[in-house]
C-alpha cells in the first residue's frame, strides 16, 4: 500500500511557490505569454499559440528524452499522442494538419493529395489525386495502392492491434474484411470500400455519411505501408519511411536514431520544415534525472510532453522561467471504473462522492502544474462541452462522505469494499494522483490497493478487459486527449460500446448503452458542428449518468524547451504540445 499525504503537501507548497516566483517575474505567468524577457529571445510561454525563435537554418541533432517509451511506432498501432507527433517525421498522409501555432494547426491540407479531395454531394464518396514526385526511402514512388494496404493493416487487430479503428468503423460497419493477412486476394487489397483505378487515384466509399472523414484521413492510422517492407506485429521496429526522416537504428526502451532521408523531397511537401540533420530518442526510467538532464542542456525535449516533476518544477520556474511554457493540453486526465469488476452502478457511484477533487488537482501539479478541475468527460474546446455541468460537486474540491456513504448502502457494502488501482510504474505523477484517491476512499471504507504496470504494456494490460477483469482493476488512472477536435475524436473510442477491443482496448470501462451508440451514430451523420455538439452533449451526460469515470483534470502541464530550439510553437492539433516536425536547432 503506497502512501504519500507527506508528499502531495510538499508538492502542492512547492508550486504554490513555483507560482509566486513566476507571477513576479512575468507579468502573472497567465498562459497568455505576456510577461517579462527572459535571457536572450526567450521568454515564459513564449512558445505557446506563437513561434518562437523562427529560423529555416538546417543541421544540427534534436536531441529528445523521454521516460515513457510508444505503445507502438507502427502508424497503424500507435495510440499516444507523442507517438502521432513524431510519426510526422517518417510518415505522410492523403492530408495532415497545417503547420501553423494555436487553434489555426486544426486546419487540414493536403499532405501526399495534392487537395483535400472532391467529396461527393451525398458526402459517401471522397477522391483523391496523389502528387507527382512523392516517394518511399528507397526512392520508389508512393502509390494509392500503398496507402489503401496500410489503410488495410488497421483491419488485422489480431497481428497489430491497439491503434484506431475509426476508418475500420466507417469504412465497413459490418466487419466484413477480414485485413491483409487473411486477404485471399492476389494483390490482398480486397477492401472493397477503398477504390485505387490507378496509381494516382485513390477513391473511398462509405457506407453512410461521417463529417470527420478528413480528420480520420489525417491520423498516422492512415499512412501509406508498401506491402513488400511489411513486417507485421514487428513493423514498429523499424517502419519503412515516406517522410523526411528514416530509422537509422532503434532499441526499444533504450534510444532512436532518426537520419534524413535523401529521397524525400521537399518541393513536394509544404507542413515538414526538417530542420535537423538527425534526430535522436533517448529513453530513461528515471523521470527525476530526465528533468535534470534536460535543464542542464543534455537534450532538447521531453518527447512525451508530460511536463516536469514536481522536483524540478521550482527550480525551473524560479531560475529558468524563460525556458518554459504551460500550455493547456486539451487532455482530461481521470480514473476509469470497469463494470466487469464494479458492476454496481452505486459503488462506483461512492467512489466519485468519496473521492477529493482539491487533492487530486494538487498530486497533479496544483492549477499550472496539473490543471482546472474536470467534473464530466468533454473538454472545454469541443462542441458541445459544457465546463460546468457537475453532476458529482467536484468544484467544490472537497469529497462528499455524506454521499459516498449512502451510495455504498445503497449497493449493499456499507463498510466499504476492496478494489484494486491499476496505474503506469513510469508515471510518478500518475503513481501520487493514485495515492491521494487511495487515501480518499479509505475515509469511507474502500480499501484500494495499488498495482502498479509497464506503461509500454498499456495495450496489452489495461488495454485486455480479459486481464482487467482477472487482476480485479475496478479502478484504471488513465488519461485522454481528443483524436481530433470533435466529441467523435475525443469520446468515442472511450464510451462507444462498438469500440470494446479485446487488445489494445480504450474503453476500459466497457461502457455499452444502446442508447449512448445510437446518439454516436446520429451525431456522426450531421453536418453542423453545432448540431453535431447538441448530441455529443447529451452522450456526455449519459456518461456521467452511468459512473464509469472520475475525471481528475483539465490537464496543464510546465513544458521544459531547450535554448537551442528554433521554430517552436504548442499546436492545438497535438494537443498542445509543440510540432515536432517544425523543430529545428541553433
Not at 486546419?107 to 501526399?112: I, N, R, S, W
Not at 526512392?139 to 494496404?149: F, L, R, V
Not at 529558468?320 to 493540453?329: A, G, K, S
Request: aromatic letters at 8%; hydrophobic letters at 35%.
Amino acid at each position: 500500500m503506497l502512501k504519500s499525504s507527506q508528499r502531495r503537501i510538499a508538492a502542492g507548497a512547492l508550486l504554490a511557490a513555483a507560482t509566486m516566483v513566476v507571477t513576479t517575474a512575468c507579468g502573472g505567468g497567465n498562459g497568455d505569454g505576456g510577461g517579462g524577457k527572459g535571457k536572450g529571445d526567450l521568454v515564459f510561454n513564449g512558445a505557446v499559440n506563437k513561434v518562437l525563435n523562427p529560423s529555416d537554418k538546417k543541421g544540427g541533432e534534436l536531441k529528445f528524452i523521454g521516460s515513457q517509451e510508444a505503445d507502438s511506432w507502427d502508424p497503424q498501432r500507435g495510440y499516444y499522442g507523442f507517438v502521432w507527433d513524431f510519426a510526422r517525421y517518417y510518415t505522410r498522409q492523403l492530408v495532415t494538419f497545417k503547420a501553423a501555432p494555436g487553434a489555426a494547426s486544426t486546419e487540414l491540407v493536403a499532405d501526399l493529395a495534392t487537395d483535400t479531395g472532391k467529396v461527393s454531394p451525398d458526402g459517401l464518396t471522397y477522391t483523391f489525386t496523389l502528387k507527382e514526385g512523392v516517394t518511399w526511402e528507397d526512392g520508389k514512388p508512393i502509390t494509392s495502392k500503398d496507402i489503401k494496404y496500410g489503410i488495410e493493416r488497421i483491419w488485422a487487430q489480431d497481428v497489430i492491434s491497439g491503434g484506431p479503428i475509426y476508418l475500420q468503423q466507417v469504412l465497413d460497419p459490418k466487419a466484413e474484411y477480414k485485413g491483409p493477412y487473411k486477404d485471399t486476394t492476389p494483390d490482398k487489397l480486397g477492401l472493397k470500400a477503398i477504390e485505387t483505378p490507378d496509381d494516382k487515384t485513390i477513391v473511398f466509399k462509405l457506407p453512410a455519411p461521417n463529417g470527420d472523414f478528413l480528420q480520420m484521413l489525417a491520423m498516422p492510422a492512415a499512412s501509406p505501408v508498401r506491402k513488400d517492407k511489411d513486417t507485421g506485429a514487428k513493423y514498429g521496429l523499424k517502419p519503412f519511411s515516406s517522410g523526411p526522416y528514416k530509422w537509422q537504428s532503434y532499441t526499444p526502451n533504450k534510444s532512436i536514431k532518426l537520419v534524413r532521408n535523401d529521397k524525400w523531397d521537399a518541393k513536394t511537401d509544404t507542413v515538414r520544415k526538417a530542420l535537423p540533420e538527425s534526430i535522436s530518442v533517448t529513453f530513461t526510467t528515471n523521470a527525476d534525472d530526465m528533468d535534470n538532464r534536460l535543464v542542464e542542456g543534455e537534450y532538447d525535449l521531453d518527447i512525451n510532453a508530460t511536463g516536469v516533476g514536481a522536483a524540478a518544477r521550482q527550480k525551473v520556474l524560479q531560475r529558468h522561467n524563460e525556458n518554459v511554457d504551460n500550455p493547456q493540453t486539451g487532455f482530461i486526465r481521470y480514473a476509469v471504473f470497469p463494470q466487469t469488476v464494479t458492476p454496481n452502478i452505486e459503488c462506483r457511484k461512492a467512489m466519485i462522492y468519496a473521492a477529493d477533487s482539491k487533492s487530486l488537482q494538487t498530486a497533479r501539479g496544483g492549477p499550472q502544474g496539473g490543471g482546472d478541475i474536470a467534473t464530466n468527460m468533454l473538454p472545454p474546446a469541443i462542441k458541445g462541452a459544457d465546463p460546468k455541468a457537475d453532476p458529482y460537486g467536484k468544484l467544490s474540491g472537497k469529497p462528499d462522505i455524506a454521499k459516498a456513504k449512502e451510495a455504498l448502502a445503497k449497493c449493499g457494502k456499507p463498510n466499504g469494499f476492496k478494489t484494486t488501482i491499476a496505474v503506469r510504474n513510469n508515471k510518478k505523477i500518475e503513481i501520487a494522483t493514485a495515492e491521494s484517491l487511495q487515501q480518499s476512499l479509505r475515509a469511507v471504507g474502500i480499501d484500494a490497493q495499488i498495482d502498479l504496470f509497464d506503461g509500454a504494456q498499456t495495450s496489452g494490460i489495461i488495454g485486455s478487459p480479459k486481464v482487467v477483469k482477472s487482476k480485479g482493476y475496478g479502478i484504471i488512472i488513465m488519461g485522454w486527449g481528443a483524436d481530433f477536435p470533435t466529441g467523435q475524436g475525443f469520446l468515442q473510442p472511450l464510451v462507444d460500446g462498438r469500440f470494446i477491443l479485446q487488445s489494445g482496448n480504450n474503453n476500459f470501462s466497457e461502457l455499452n448503452d444502446p442508447a449512448i451508440n445510437g446518439l454516436f451514430d446520429k451525431a456522426l451523420k450531421e453536418t453542423d458542428p453545432v448540431k453535431a455538439g447538441e448530441l455529443y452533449k447529451q452522450i456526455n451526460t449519459k456518461v456521467s449518468e452511468a459512473a464509469v469515470y472520475l475525471p481528475f483534470t483539465h490537464e496543464k502541464n510546465i513544458i521544459w524547451r531547450s535554448s537551442r530550439l528554433t521554430n517552436v510553437y504548442t499546436a492545438d492539433a497535438y494537443n498542445g504540445r509543440y510540432d515536432y516536425a517544425s523543430l529545428g536547432v541553433k
